[in-house]
């Protein structure tokens, strides 16, 4: 099949207005904070040397964070904040998406414009800087007519190396919730949909490339005092920013985002919803590759308005529980905490996505493993590998109580690998999900849990509180309640893990509700 | 010439921190008048203070003692920026700001001073003429464009847009070929005369002190040490002041021995 053939490129192409409407606007906005703070700054400390060397530290130590953990950091941040202007001044703002995105962000972009300011307004030419004076410039006027205009050429080559750094780190913003072209490459990293992350990396590329080479014929012109260069800049710097925001803009404001954590189920989750949504004449966006309190919280900020979530993990995660409770008491006692936050646990979807430990059949076989029992006498000569946030989850603790388990080793693993690794032996043990079609595929089996360690995962759809009394929306999800059980989700969970264009979420979610809607 | 003091210099003393953390004096107890229409060349090799006293006379510098008045009045008492904007001020190789056009550097202190667009634009056109460039050709090049008796000459204009008495040279031709530099001092000669300035020119070109100056001021480790008019100086005992003068002398000698009895040097 040609690459242009492929029903994934098209699906790509539809999602870029979106996609690059906002990663242009969060990094330009970012940017322009970075320029309003960064250039001051230099400005205020060219005269003293301690406060320009500290500024520099600290932008250079900044810039030694990686991209990801500096975005990641804003979010709870921000939310702190928010429950400070809420307790004392009434208001609270979202710490989801866009705003924590374009600080980090614009943070990052602090460095290159700090040092390129400071070096070109101390590199002026100190016979210039007294010609200035004596021709009766006040310091003000020496600055603004003479010092400035002279370092442009060298703050621009600064601002040049700022605006791709933030395009580049900006795809990083979709785990914070700030839609941006990283949704290409989060979403396809996680479903294996090598087309999406090529799309993303590429679209990422040529817009920086873009930015550069614009901004780089400014930098000329005002070097080489060229009007025509810098106004050609100027101009193409314009139509590419309007290019970009405005096919964003038309987007429906009042448009419903439905939300999906990291992994392959969530996607084909969201967008069985989307699809149901749409089809019931309401607008949807998705917000995809959340991390899990990410999601919550911005569901509790009604930033996104429903997404599927899992019994056990909103119990030990978000209410803090370690004691594991029969199915049906679990889910009431659920009901009544969200409740409590205005949040709507519409119902369960049907199926069950508990974490849980996972390895060969023929090695467990070989080694008389039959329940995590068995495994933790085995253990401390084995390794097992878990997602990003399982090792650091309170299932996990209360796994290791529960039956004194103390692993040779353990790694953490991007979900969809995890099982090729236990499959080809790399790692001994794994914690897996019991809705992955991949259990099937490579003959795994799940160890027993005879201790009831680990609590029911039921899957149950949520609504924003902003969404409690939204009829229309509750009328459109009803389809979806109690439909979807546990061979179904793992096939479709296979078919999404595939690399063909067949296993993209949507294509897996039309297949889904196929399945579903004609019971 | 008219009597009275225009720029009076009375016992002004500067020092800077030396490398070695001792107080290097620049100028140290200078007293000196120059008088209305005046043009008065100082001269000195390298750290003798010229510069610094130079510097001193617009507040470019602050005096650490002393008095410096100009028609009488204190300098200290005068805002330092108001002070430059009266002052014309010619540097070393030119000191034109390289982003601005011939003509906006020209018009620079005019704008300052609030003074008409129009206005400074027939003005510039005026001083081109007067510093013999044509107007029509060189006001708008940038300064990189011109060479480097051009940008001299603009730099002169640049001094005289807003019409000042008092006109500061810091080695105004210094960097620039013999040639070039033989004309243009003596354009600024006439200039000088014909507008009535007061000039106080900075040299370390005892000759070229001779053929423009009045007056010279010889300054040495920050005193002055001898002051006059050529002839008053070819009298002086001064043993620095002799060595300064014999340069011009012996190349005066020179010439009129190779161009034989009937040169006409």
């Known amino acids: 099949m040609s690459p242009f053939g492929d029903p994934r490129v098209p699906e790509a192409l539809g999602h870029l207005p979106d996609y690059l409407g906002n990663h242009v606007r969060v990094s330009l906005a970012a940017l322009l904070l970075g320029l309003i703070v960064s250039l001051p700054l230099a400005i205020l400390t060219r005269r003293h040397p301690l406060m320009r060397g500290a500024l520099l530290a600290f932008a250079s130590v900044v810039q030694t964070v990686p991209g990801l953990a500096l975005l990641a950091l804003f979010y709870p941040l921000l939310l702190a904040a928010s429950a400070l202007t809420l307790a004392w001044l009434g208001f609270s703002f979202s710490a989801f998406g866009f705003l924590p995105a374009m600080l980090a962000l614009a943070l990052y972009s602090m460095l290159p414009v700090l040092r390129n300011s400071i070096t070109a307004l101390n590199g002026i030419d100190a016979g210039l800087k007294e010609a200035a004076q004596g021709v009766g410039m006040t310091e003000r006027q020496s600055l603004f007519m003479i010092e400035l205009p002279l370092a442009l050429p060298v703050i621009m080559a600064g601002i040049r190396t700022a605006a791709v750094w933030v395009i580049g780190t900006a795809t990083l913003s979709t785990p914070i919730g700030q839609t941006s072209l990283g949704n290409y490459i989060f979403a396809g990293l996680q479903t294996q949909n090598w087309v999406f992350v090529l799309f993303g990396c590429v679209a990422s590329a040529v817009l920086a490339l873009a930015v550069d080479q614009l901004l780089g014929l400014i930098e000329n012109g005002l070097r080489r005092r060229s009007r025509v260069r810098t106004a050609l800049g100027g101009i193409g710097l314009a139509a590419l920013l309007a290019a970009t925001l405005v096919p964003s803009m038309a987007r429906p404001v009042s448009s419903y985002a439905v939300g999906a954590k990291t992994f392959t189920e969530q996607y084909v989750l969201s967008a069985l919803i989307s699809d149901r949504l749409r089809d019931s004449g309401l607008a949807a966006t998705t917000r995809a590759g959340l991390g899990s309190s990410v999601i919550f919280e911005a569901l509790a900020a009604s930033d996104v308005d429903v997404y599927v979530d899992y019994s056990g993990t909103l119990w030990a995660n978000q209410f803090h529980h370690s004691d594991v409770r029969p199915r049906e008491e679990l889910l009431k006692e659920l009901q009544r905490l969200l409740a409590k936050q205005d949040i709507t646990l519409l119902g369960e979807i049907g199926f069950e996505n508990a974490y849980a430990l996972v390895m060969p059949r023929k090695r467990a076989e070989a080694l008389g493993i039959r329940s995590i029992a068995d495994l933790a006498a085995r253990a401390p000569g084995l390794s097992i590998a878990g997602d990003y946030e399982f090792f650091s989850r309170p299932e996990w603790i209360g796994l290791r109580q529960a039956y004194g388990l103390s692993f040779r080793a353990q790694r953490q693993m991007q979900p969809d690998f995890m099982y090729a690794a236990v499959a080809s032996g790399e790692v001994d043990v794994i914690a897996g999900y019991t809705s992955d079609g991949l259990i099937a595929k490579y003959d795994l089996v799940v160890l027993d849990d005879p201790r009831h360690a680990i609590p029911p995962y039921d899957a149950v759809l949520l609504l924003a509180p902003r969404r409690k009394d939204d009829e229309r929306l509750k009328a459109a999800l009803e389809p979806l309640l109690g439909r979807i059980d546990i061979a179904t989700m793992r096939e479709a969970n296979l078919r999404a893990s595939g690399n063909d264009a067949t296993s993209s979420p949507d294509a897996v979610a039309r297949w889904l509700w196929e399945r579903i809607g004609k019971r | ?265």
């Open chain 2, 1 to 265: 010439m008219p009597s009275g003091t225009m720029i009076g210099y009375a016992h002004v003393a500067k020092s800077f921190p030396g490398s070695d953390g001792a107080r290097v004096r620049a100028v140290d107890g200078v007293s000196l008048d120059i008088a209305p229409a005046e043009f008065l060349a100082i001269v000195g090799s390298s750290g003798s203070g010229k510069s610094t006293l130079l510097r001193l006379t617009n507040r470019l510098i602050e005096a650490d003692s002393g008095k410096i008045t100009i028609e009488g009045k204190d300098v200290g008492d005068s805002d330092p920026v108001m002070l430059r904007r009266r002052m014309g001020y010619v540097f070393q190789s030119g000191g034109l700001f390289p982003h601005m056009s011939v003509a906006d550097n020209i018009g620079i202190t005019p704008r300052l001073l609030g003074t008409p667009p129009q206005q400074i634009s027939s003005r510039v056109d005026e001083l081109l003429e007067l510093v013999r460039l044509d107007p029509t050709e060189h006001r708008h090049r940038l300064p990189h464009e011109l060479s480097g008796g051009q940008r001299q000459r603009v730099g002169v204009a640049r001094a005289l847009a807003a019409s000042p008495h008092i006109v500061l040279m810091d080695e105004p031709f210094g960097a620039l070929d013999p040639l070039t530099r033989d004309g243009l001092g003596e354009d600024y000669r006439a200039l000088h005369s014909k507008l009535g300035l007061t000039t106080v020119m900075i040299t370390h070109d005892m000759t070229e002190a001779i053929l423009l100056a009045d007056r010279i001021a010889v300054m040495g480790g920050g005193k002055l040490l001898a002051q006059g008019t050529p002839a008053e100086l070819a009298g002086s005992d001064d043993a620095y002041v002799t060595e300064l003068l014999r340069t011009p002398r012996r190349q005066a000698e020179r010439l009129s021995s190779l161009s034989g009895p009937d040169g006409a040097a």
